[in-house]
C-alpha cells in the first residue's frame, strides 16, 4: 500500500467529511495558521498518534509546500494507516485559496 497526493481542491470535500489532517510544519508555524482541526505531527507526539489514530480513516499529510509531507506520508502508510494522501501545494498553497479553512491556535 502507498499514499496518494492530493490536490487542495480534492482534499477539502475529504477534510470535510471528516478525514485526519496532520501537519509535520514546526510549531511555531503551525501555532500561526492551519487547516482547521489538524493535528501537529512531531517526533514528540508522533508514537503516541500512530498508537491511538484511526487507521480506517483517511489522512492527509500538510507541510509547508508539499515536498516533506511526502515523506510522512509514505512513513504513515507503512505504520498501517490504508488511505494516506500528501497535500499538494501544502500549507502555503491552502491558505491562499482556503483562508476560511484555517485557524490558529
Not at 39 to 48: E, G, K, S, V, W
Request: glycine share 6%; net charge negative.
Amino acid at each position: 500500500m502507498t499514499y496518494k497526493c492530493i490536490d487542495i481542491n480534492d482534499a477539502l470535500p475529504l477534510i470535510q467529511n471528516d478525514a485526519q489532517i496532520v501537519d509535520i510544519r514546526d510549531n511555531v508555524s503551525f501555532q500561526t495558521g492551519h487547516i482547521n482541526n489538524a493535528i501537529n505531527l512531531n517526533n514528540d507526539n508522533i508514537a503516541a498518534y500512530i498508537e491511538e489514530a484511526n487507521k480506517d480513516v483517511p489522512l492527509i499529510v500538510c507541510c509547508y509546500h508539499g515536498n516533506s509531507s511526502k515523506n510522512a506520508a509514505a512513513f504513515l502508510t507503512d505504520q498501517g494507516f490504508q488511505e494516506v494522501y500528501s497535500l499538494n501545494g501544502g500549507f502555503g498553497q491552502w491558505s491562499a485559496v482556503f483562508p476560511d479553512q484555517c485557524s490558529q491556535a
